[in-house]
């Protein structure tokens, strides 16, 4: 194969791998705008059932996200990139079909299971696919087709709901199915080890139960009541579950979160601080379009192109601190981002009235918000893997996005709470905008101390043996499918 068609053939495969990851995150910010035509559809206004067509998603994702990686680091990196957005691609038709709420979180449910093991081994293959000195670049490109996509998936969003909210799913279809084939022919798979020990896919299993009872409990105490034995039953089935999934990271050879990361102080408060901004963030985007839409009655497109002001900031802002900031501390930075969040959530708190003033109500507080994650969003990502050595970058970025999805489902869950059952008042709305402002000043908080603590990655060296095989697991050297150990 000439050179020329060797770049060809590598920009088609980056074009395919970052594609994947973009459609993930699309779908992700088309369904909040979708909520109210489904809700209308399926005959109910329940908040709380509604919610789990995001929260499903999430925490699935979240739980499975590590346990994934792992298993196509062993098993092949293609094999499970392939089988991850054909299932996508797959359970994104059935959602279209589903004739009810809960088989619409049932068939997310297994959307979820397809994006966590497609997203990591994309990532995966993008760095093997590119030489050593791209991909650096390469992995930002990776990152930012999230940005990317929150910018136009509210748009996109509120465009296909005009249509029919199916077709908010059944876009994935075509475009899935082209990247599924495209990715066969053209995507190089890379050697893996087989001896590497298998993940715990129990672990993910079980952090999915404890989460999904906490936000059960949270999603359903205004209707079965705040001290009903369903509710209480639901939180001490979180708790058991947590325990039960303590006890199993400390003894599995491959555990979900290795205990070794959590040692190293500046690690452990990046996803402290991680975890409490996406709290901050899930608030943020789903309240206003909810506020958008049912106090102000505005139509799904219409709310698309009102809440895409401020994603679309987000990679501006990112580019910017990149160019103009390049020495500046990361926890200062994303310090600043949190509480230029908190300043719009209060904003926006006292300036909304009932009656429709986008300009003077809305557009100041979400263009700061924009601007906030785009501060926050990326240099957290980058200071949660600063102090990991290469050996456990990787399972790292599993761990950090894992929190960012639980961050989402806690806020979504804690906003669901807030509003109560029926239409909110504007009050309601107001108090789940002060408790977004006092997520993110607590954020701000945990990004000052991970910018202060300096923990050397010294624990990560009892885990020696899991880091050696994920090394040898990750060396991007292209093979001809066969698994080599």
Same mark, same amino acid.
């Given at each position: 194969m000439s050179s020329h068609s060797q770049r060809q053939r590598t920009r088609l495969a980056v074009a395919i791998l970052t594609g994947s990851a973009f459609?993930?995150?699309?779908?992700?910010?088309?369904? &909040?705008?979708?909520?109210?035509?489904? /809700?209308?559809d399926f005959g109910t206004s329940s908040l709380g059932s509604l919610s789990w067509i995001l929260n499903a998603y999430a925490v699935v994702y979240a739980a499975l996200l590590v346990p994934m990686g792992r298993l196509s680091d062993r098993y092949g990196r293609k094999a499970g990139f392939v089988a991850g957005l054909l299932v996508f691609t797959l359970a994104s038709l059935a959602c279209g079909f589903a004739p009810g709420v809960w088989w619409l979180v049932t068939f997310r449910v297994v959307q979820a299971v397809?994006?966590?093991?497609?997203?990591p081994a994309s990532l995966g293959l993008l760095l093997a696919t590119l030489p050593a000195q791209r991909r650096a670049g390469g992995a930002r490109l990776w990152a930012m087709t999230g940005a990317v996509a929150a910018a136009f998936g509210p748009a996109v969003g509120g465009g296909l709901v005009q249509i029919s909210w199916q077709t908010a799913f059944w876009i994935n279809v075509p475009i899935g199915l082209g990247l599924?084939?495209?990715?066969?022919?053209?995507?190089?798979?890379?050697?893996? &080890?087989?001896?590497?020990?298998?993940?715990?896919?129990?672990?993910?299993?079980?952090i999915a139960v404890a989460t999904g009872a906490l936000v059960l409990g949270l999603v359903q105490g205004n209707d079965w009541g705040w001290s009903s034995g369903r509710v209480l039953a639901a939180w001490a089935l979180a708790v058991v579950g947590l325990a039960v999934f303590v006890r199993l990271i400390t003894h599995h050879d491959a555990p979900v979160i290795d205990p070794a990361l959590l040692r190293i102080p500046s690690f452990a408060w990046a996803n402290i601080a991680q975890l409490l901004f996406n709290v901050a963030f899930g608030i943020g985007l789903l309240s206003r379009v909810l506020w958008l839409q049912e106090h102000w009655g505005y139509s799904a497109v219409r709310t698309g192109l009102a809440v895409a002001v401020g994603p679309?900031?987000?990679?501006?802002?990112?580019?910017?601190?990149?160019?103009?900031?390049?020495?500046?501390?990361?926890?200062?930075?994303?310090?600043?981002?949190?509480?230029?969040?908190?300043?719009?959530?209060?904003?926006q708190a006292t300036a909304t009235g009932d009656q429709p003033a986008y300009?003077?109500?809305?557009?100041?507080?979400?263009?700061?918000?924009?601007?906030?994650?785009?501060?926050?969003?990326?240099?957290?990502?980058?200071?949660?893997?600063?102090?990991?050595?290469?050996?456990?970058?990787?399972?790292?970025?599993?761990?950090? &996005?894992?929190?960012?999805?639980? /961050?989402?489902?806690?806020?979504?869950?804690i906003m669901v709470g807030l509003l109560g059952a029926g239409l909110p008042s504007l009050a309601r709305f107001q108090h789940v905008w002060v408790f977004m402002a006092a997520s993110a000043a607590a954020a701000a908080v945990a990004a000052l101390v991970m910018g202060a603590v300096r923990g050397p990655a010294v624990a990560l060296q009892r885990s020696a043996d899991v880091g050696r095989a994920t090394a040898e697991s990750s060396d991007p050297q292209p093979s001809s499918g066969r698994p080599t150990a």
């Amino acid at each position: 194969m000439s050179s020329h068609s060797q770049r060809q053939r590598t920009r088609l495969a980056v074009a395919i791998l970052t594609g994947s990851a973009f459609l993930a995150s699309l779908d992700l910010f088309i369904v &909040n705008v979708a909520f109210d035509e489904i /809700g209308r559809d399926f005959g109910t206004s329940s908040l709380g059932s509604l919610s789990w067509i995001l929260n499903a998603y999430a925490v699935v994702y979240a739980a499975l996200l590590v346990p994934m990686g792992r298993l196509s680091d062993r098993y092949g990196r293609k094999a499970g990139f392939v089988a991850g957005l054909l299932v996508f691609t797959l359970a994104s038709l059935a959602c279209g079909f589903a004739p009810g709420v809960w088989w619409l979180v049932t068939f997310r449910v297994v959307q979820a299971v397809g994006a966590a093991l497609m997203t990591p081994a994309s990532l995966g293959l993008l760095l093997a696919t590119l030489p050593a000195q791209r991909r650096a670049g390469g992995a930002r490109l990776w990152a930012m087709t999230g940005a990317v996509a929150a910018a136009f998936g509210p748009a996109v969003g509120g465009g296909l709901v005009q249509i029919s909210w199916q077709t908010a799913f059944w876009i994935n279809v075509p475009i899935g199915l082209g990247l599924t084939f495209a990715a066969v022919k053209v995507v190089p798979d890379v050697r893996h &080890n087989t001896e590497a020990p298998r993940p715990d896919l129990l672990g993910g299993a079980v952090i999915a139960v404890a989460t999904g009872a906490l936000v059960l409990g949270l999603v359903q105490g205004n209707d079965w009541g705040w001290s009903s034995g369903r509710v209480l039953a639901a939180w001490a089935l979180a708790v058991v579950g947590l325990a039960v999934f303590v006890r199993l990271i400390t003894h599995h050879d491959a555990p979900v979160i290795d205990p070794a990361l959590l040692r190293i102080p500046s690690f452990a408060w990046a996803n402290i601080a991680q975890l409490l901004f996406n709290v901050a963030f899930g608030i943020g985007l789903l309240s206003r379009v909810l506020w958008l839409q049912e106090h102000w009655g505005y139509s799904a497109v219409r709310t698309g192109l009102a809440v895409a002001v401020g994603p679309a900031l987000v990679p501006i802002t990112s580019l910017l601190v990149t160019r103009l900031l390049p020495r500046a501390a990361p926890g200062r930075v994303v310090a600043l981002g949190c509480l230029l969040l908190a300043a719009g959530a209060l904003w926006q708190a006292t300036a909304t009235g009932d009656q429709p003033a986008y300009a003077t109500q809305m557009l100041g507080p979400w263009v700061v918000s924009g601007i906030a994650v785009g501060l926050a969003l990326p240099q957290l990502t980058a200071a949660a893997t600063a102090a990991l050595p290469p050996h456990q970058a990787s399972t790292g970025s599993g761990v950090v &996005n894992m929190a960012r999805q639980l /961050g989402l489902v806690v806020g979504t869950s804690i906003m669901v709470g807030l509003l109560g059952a029926g239409l909110p008042s504007l009050a309601r709305f107001q108090h789940v905008w002060v408790f977004m402002a006092a997520s993110a000043a607590a954020a701000a908080v945990a990004a000052l101390v991970m910018g202060a603590v300096r923990g050397p990655a010294v624990a990560l060296q009892r885990s020696a043996d899991v880091g050696r095989a994920t090394a040898e697991s990750s060396d991007p050297q292209p093979s001809s499918g066969r698994p080599t150990a």
